[in-house]
């Protein structure tokens, strides 16, 4: 376990480097830059100032060695500062990241939940299989701001029982009154890769010879299901959670532009569309980093389970 660690964490690291050169690669390469903004919102700076803004913040260098400057600077932990929003990066990125994981480790529960009871009705009662099927069709298609949309009339505006977006200033336990409709939204959307992941992968696992022969030495089928055939079937759950842990982070732009929650998904798009390019890069790294060290632990998880994955 420690070489797989020590080889993951290693691959992590070169993974991070190559991505951080293609998306400041990308990103200098777009057109125009935060001088031909500040030129474009202030006709009084002359070309002059233009040349000697860009000689100040290095926009003058070649690519390559803006790269190198900016890849020092943010390995000693200095990450720049935010252009658009005229604040440090770092204390922009922090409460959008806490804003995120609390969305997206709310949905992935919930998610997770209702998808894998879904699967294990429709592995133990293979008539309730059309019904878990639809569900999960339904959920899967469903656009998600169209969803989002609807619980908002139907329990912010029709209703009155939750606020329709936003987030609680005083945090706490107001704070949870704003996560049950983007959580939900978020959840329904995603829960069908579990539902149907955990339902393959049980019903397989219900018709091997040692689940049979459990089964005869008198195991109730609840039993069978939780504390034989789950574990087992576990693997493959636990890679499609791992996943959906790096696309939300950053994907879930829609619904946090719905719900007004200021996350990661709704900074990326600010940042890249503003030219930002620290907070854009820090932003996407920060990402990167978190879809891979999720999948490091689905890794470790899938090994727990599974004594046959600790030797390869």
């Known amino acids: 376990m420690t070489r797989l660690l020590a080889s993951r964490l290693l691959q992590v690291a070169i993974t991070l480097a190559i991505l951080s050169f293609a998306m400041f690669l990308l990103i200098g390469l777009m057109p125009g830059d935060p001088i031909d903004l ?4 202030d006709p009084r700076l002359t070309a002059e100032d233009a040349a000697r803004l860009r000689a100040l913040h290095g926009l003058d260098q070649p690519l390559l060695a803006r790269y190198v400057a900016w890849a020092t600077a943010l390995l000693r932990g200095e990450f720049g500062f935010s252009r658009l929003f005229a604040q440090p990066v770092a204390s922009i990125i922090g409460p959008a990241l806490l804003s995120t994981l609390a969305l997206l480790g709310a949905a992935l529960l919930v998610a997770a939940a209702i998808g894998l009871a879904l699967g294990m009705i429709a592995a ?4 309730a299989a059309p019904f878990v ?3 999960a069709i339904l959920g899967q298609s469903a656009p998600t701001f169209w969803l989002g949309i609807l619980l908002i009339i139907l329990f912010a505006v029709t209703l009155g029982w939750l606020p329709a977006g936003g987030t609680s200033e005083t945090g706490g336990l107001d704070a949870a009154r704003f996560l049950p409709l983007p959580v939900a939204t978020l959840a329904i959307a995603n829960l069908a890769a579990y539902a149907r992941h ?15 022969a459990a089964r005869a030495r008198g195991n109730g089928e609840a039993r069978l299901l939780l504390r034989h055939a789950f574990p087992n079937a576990a693997v493959p759950i636990l890679q499609v959670a791992a996943l959906d842990a790096g696309a939300l982070v950053g994907g879930a732009l829609i619904t946090e532009t719905l719900f007004a929650r200021p996350g990661m998904g709704k900074l990326i798009y600010d940042a890249v569309m503003g030219n930002d390019t620290n907070l854009a890069l820090v932003a996407l790294l920060l990402v990167a980093l978190v879809t891979m060290l999720a999948t490091l632990a689905a890794d470790v998880a899938q090994r ?3 004594p046959r994955l600790r030797d390869s």
């Not at 500040?38 to 919102?41: H, K, N, P, S």
């Not at 393959?200 to 219900?206: I, N, R």
């Open 133 to 135: 099927d639809a569900i």
């Open 38 to 41: 500040a030129i474009a919102g």
């Open 198 to 212: 955990s339902a393959a992968a049980l019903s397989h696992t219900l018709r091997e010879p040692w689940v049979t």
């Open 124 to 127: 133990a009662r293979p008539r």
């Open 304 to 306: 727990a389970l599974d």
